[in-house]
């Protein structure tokens, strides 16, 4: 098991600016790919980006490429998501997961966060 917690959303304006964090329990933290995915509301959950065990590879969504940064800090046991420049349509709840391959697919992700709440007013 791979407890993950994530924390740092909030509501913020459109432009603006959110970090945030998911901090995992145990000692097998750095043996995992770390993702972030996220939920709108009436939406299915979708991929928005992954790294790698060692931090050397990432992997971003399309939409999101330029504006989320993700990192990690394997002694801290925490990966994190920098969102940048905020539109209304970030508005989700944001989830880490853990799986052993950098994937873009849920499916791949065998630990789950509780999700963080992300609300980008207009």
């Known amino acids: 098991q791979v407890p993950l917690v994530e924390s740092g959303g909030g509501l913020v304006q459109a432009g603006g600016s959110l970090s945030l964090s998911c901090a995992a329990s145990?000692?097998?933290?750095?043996?995992?790919?770390m993702g972030w995915f996220r939920q709108a509301p009436g939406k299915e959950r979708e991929f928005v980006a992954a790294?790698?065990?060692?931090?050397?590879?990432?992997s971003y969504e399309h939409s999101v490429k330029g504006r989320f940064t993700i990192s990690r800090d394997n002694a801290k046991n925490t990966v994190y998501l920098q969102i940048n420049s905020l539109k209304p349509e970030d508005t989700a709840v944001y989830y880490c997961?853990?799986?052993?391959?950098?994937?873009?697919?849920?499916?791949?992700?065998?630990?789950w966060g509780q999700g963080t709440q992300v609300t980008v007013s207009s």
């Open positions: 997961a853990a799986g052993f391959t950098l994937a873009t697919i849920s499916q791949e992700y065998d630990y």
């Open positions: 145990g000692r097998t933290f750095s043996s995992y790919a």
């Open positions: 790294i790698s065990w060692s931090g050397g590879s990432t």
